[in-house]
């Protein structure tokens, strides 16, 4: 079974939701990434979202821009994601990691490429923004040949008919927006999310993860009310951003913000 796939099972015979923090690599630079993914497992965290570097994360607001740029400055590419996963593999091998990113260097690198050094690097699933489920025809199989999950996002603007598209060739889980607009809005309203959430669990059973407008322990638990996961970005890279000279902090910032998240999450099941 994939770890995605392992973590869920668990997590739903504990009754208790998914935490999905997302890092972009190399910020604020490669050699730090590692030690904020332990961190990050360590205050709770469920499943890891790894960010490629790009040039132009058009989905991303200015927090996870600024994010890419500085990780960028640094020469982070792929190749070094796979070696972090690596590294991060020889003392964690049950946490599943997802790679985030946009498509075009997977496909510089290639995909038959691509889909066997992250599988080799102990990769668990891929989210490439800027592929529908449509043009996934060639990469969703060699993804899945590897074991690896091909995960896809929901829009609240999305038709049912290409909801329904999607779930079809979803795996993993789900990644619901639950904001129209870019990652770091503002505000989100946990009612209309299950709004939205309620067709599409009529269309599939995996599990569904929201992402945008995650930003402190009590929205998270209003979503984790109404969703299987959350995931959480913006507020975590900012405390990234603000101390990008002190990055020996970082990691305890990082728990802090995250922790808080995990005890407001797992208190709904004291309640």
């Known amino acids: 079974m ?9 997590l739903k015979h504990q009754g208790r939701k998914a935490l999905i923090p997302f890092i972009t690599a190399g910020d604020p630079a490669p050699d730090h990434t590692v030690g904020f993914m332990h961190a990050l497992v360590e205050a709770g ?26 990780a960028l400055k640094h020469g982070t590419c792929l190749s070094h994601l796979f070696t972090m996963v690596e590294e991060f593999r020889q003392s964690d091998t049950t946490t599943p990691v997802v790679l985030m990113g946009y498509l075009n260097p997977v496909e510089r690198l290639g995909y038959q490429a691509f889909a066997d050094q992250a599988a080799s690097a102990g990769v668990d699933g891929v989210l490439t923004v800027d592929m529908p489920p449509e043009e996934a025809d060639e990469f969703g199989p060699i993804l899945k040949a590897r074991g690896l999950a091909s995960i896809f996002l929901v829009a609240p603007t999305t038709s049912n008919e290409r909801a329904a598209t999607i779930c079809a060739h979803g795996e993993g889980y789900l990644y619901y927006v639950s904001l129209k607009g870019v990652t770091g809005s503002a505000s989100l309203n946990a009612d209309d999310v299950a709004s939205h959430l309620a067709p599409l669990r009529e269309m599939t059973g995996l599990p569904l993860c929201v992402g945008f407008g995650i930003r402190d322990g009590a929205t998270a638990a209003e979503v984790a009310k109404v969703a299987d996961g959350v995931i959480v970005g913006s507020a975590l890279i900012n405390q990234i951003a603000e101390n990008v000279d002190t990055p020996e902090i970082i990691p305890g910032l990082l728990k802090a913000v995250l922790g808080e998240m995990r005890h407001s999450m797992d208190a709904l099941n004291r309640n």
């Open 45 to 70: 965290a469920d499943i890891i979202e790894l960010g490629v570097p790009f040039s132009d994360p058009m989905a991303d607001g200015p927090v996870i821009q600024k994010a890419c740029e500085r």
């Open 2 to 10: 994939n770890r995605i796939d392992q973590r869920f099972t668990d």
